[in-house]
Nanobody, 119 residues
Framework: VQLQASGGGLVQAGDSLRLSCVAS??????YAWFRQAPGKEREFVAR????????DYADSVKGRFTIGRDNRDLTLYLRMDSLKPEDTARYYC???????????????WGQGTQVTVSS
C-alpha cells in the first residue's frame, strides 16, 4: 500500500493549488489530509469517506479547501483556494480502512508535499 502526494509549490496569497495523492495497493474507507508547519505539531486539515458522503474540515480551512477523489482512479485531491501565508506547511495525505467517528489514527501515510504561500 502506498500513498504518493504531489502538487505543492510556491504561490502568492489568494492563489489556488490542487494537491493530489495517488493511492496504490487498495481502496480505503476514509482518507484525509494533514499539514505540519516548521516548529509546529501536525494538524488535521480535512477528511472524507471513500464514497464522499461524509466530509469533515478543520475550521481554519472550511469554505476555502475542498477534499475529494477522482472516480476514474485512486487519486485523492485537496483543492485549496484563497490561500493564506498561514497555510504554509508540508501537507500529508493519510488513509485508513474504514470511516471512523473521530479524526486520527491513520494507518497509511504519504511522504508529504510542501506548500509555501507568500504574502
Amino acid at each position: 500500500v502506498q500513498l504518493q502526494a504531489s502538487g505543492g509549490g510556491l504561490v502568492q496569497a489568494g492563489d489556488s493549488l490542487r494537491l493530489s495523492c495517488v493511492a496504490s495497493g487498495r481502496t480505503f474507507g476514509e482518507y484525509a489530509w494533514f499539514r505540519q508547519a516548521p516548529g509546529k505539531e501536525r494538524e488535521f486539515v480535512a477528511r472524507s469517506s471513500w464514497r464522499g458522503d461524509k466530509k469533515d474540515y478543520a475550521d481554519s480551512v472550511k469554505g476555502r479547501f475542498t477534499i475529494g477523489r477522482d472516480n476514474r482512479d485512486l487519486t485523492l485531491y485537496l483543492r485549496m483556494d484563497s490561500l493564506k501565508p498561514e497555510d504554509t506547511a508540508r501537507y500529508y495525505c493519510a488513509a485508513r480502512t474504514q470511516w471512523a467517528p473521530r479524526r486520527g489514527d491513520y494507518a497509511y501515510w504519504g511522504q508529504g508535499t510542501q506548500v509555501t504561500v507568500s504574502s
